[in-house]
C-alpha cells in the first residue's frame, strides 16, 4: 500500500485562481478516493499543471522530487485510444517517452477529453443549465470514449445555448460542472475513468470499489 498519492492534472489555465478552484472541484469529483485515502492515512495532493506540456513536466519533477509518492499523470487523450497502453498512446500522440521505473498504473487519460465526462452525465447537465437545454443535442453513448473530441464542445454549446447561464464556455462551467458530477454515472460511461479510480483504490490497499456500490 502507498503512503502518499500525488496526481498531475492538465488543465486550469493560467491561473493561480482557477488553478485553485479545478483542484477543489477535482477533489469533490475524486471524493471516494479522497475518503479512502483518510481512512488509510494516506497522504493525498492534486497539482493542477495548466499545459499539456506543463503537466508531464511537473508530473516528471515529482518523480524525482517525491519518489516515495505514487505520482500519476492525468491529461486529455486529444484522440481515439487506439493503443493497447496509455503510455503508447502518449507516445504516438505526443512523442512523450514514459519515464523509467513508471508503467501504465501511473498514466491516465480523460478520453478523448474532459468535456466526455460532462456527457456522460446528462442529469448534472439538466439540473445545471435548467430551461432551455436541448438534451437531444447530446449525443446519446454508452461509451463517450468512442464520441469524436471535436464533437464534444460543439454538442455542448449547442445543448446550452438557449439556457440563461448560456452557452457553454470550459472557462465559466467546467468547474461549475465538474463539481456536480455522479463518479459513478461517469465512470460506467467512461472505461478510463473507471481506470482511474480502481487503479488507486487498489494502490490505497482497498480491493474494491464498484460504481453501482457507491
Known sequence: MVK??????????DGKNTK????????KFFNSLVEIAKSQKIKWNITICGS????????????????????VLLVD?????????TWEHLKF?????????????????????????????VSTLKQFYGQGFKENAIPRNANVETLD?????PSLK??????TKGEYQKIKHASKLLEL??????????????????????????SSNNPSEE
Request: net charge neutral; charged share 25%.
Open 181 to 206: 458530477l455522479d463518479s459513478a454515472r461517469v465512470r460506467q460511461a467512461s472505461l478510463y475513468c473507471d481506470r482511474f479510480f480502481t487503479t488507486l483504490t487498489a494502490k490505497m490497499g482497498v
Open 149 to 153: 473530441k471535436d464533437s464534444l464542445e
Open 93 to 121: 500522440r505526443d512523442n512523450w517517452n514514459a519515464p523509467l521505473g513508471v508503467d501504465d498504473s501511473h498514466c491516465h487519460l480523460m478520453v478523448q477529453a474532459m468535456e466526455a465526462w460532462f456527457i456522460a452525465d
Open 4 to 13: 502518499e498519492v500525488r496526481i498531475y492534472i492538465e488543465g486550469g489555465g
Open 52 to 71: 499539456r506540456n506543463n503537466t508531464f513536466r511537473d508530473f516528471k519533477n515529482a518523480l524525482k522530487s517525491h519518489p516515495e509518492a505514487f505520482n
Open 77 to 85: 487523450a486529444e484522440a481515439p485510444v487506439t493503443k493497447q497502453s
Open 20 to 27: 485553485a478552484l479545478i483542484r477543489q472541484v477535482f477533489s
Open 158 to 163: 449547442t445543448a446550452t445555448r438557449s439556457t
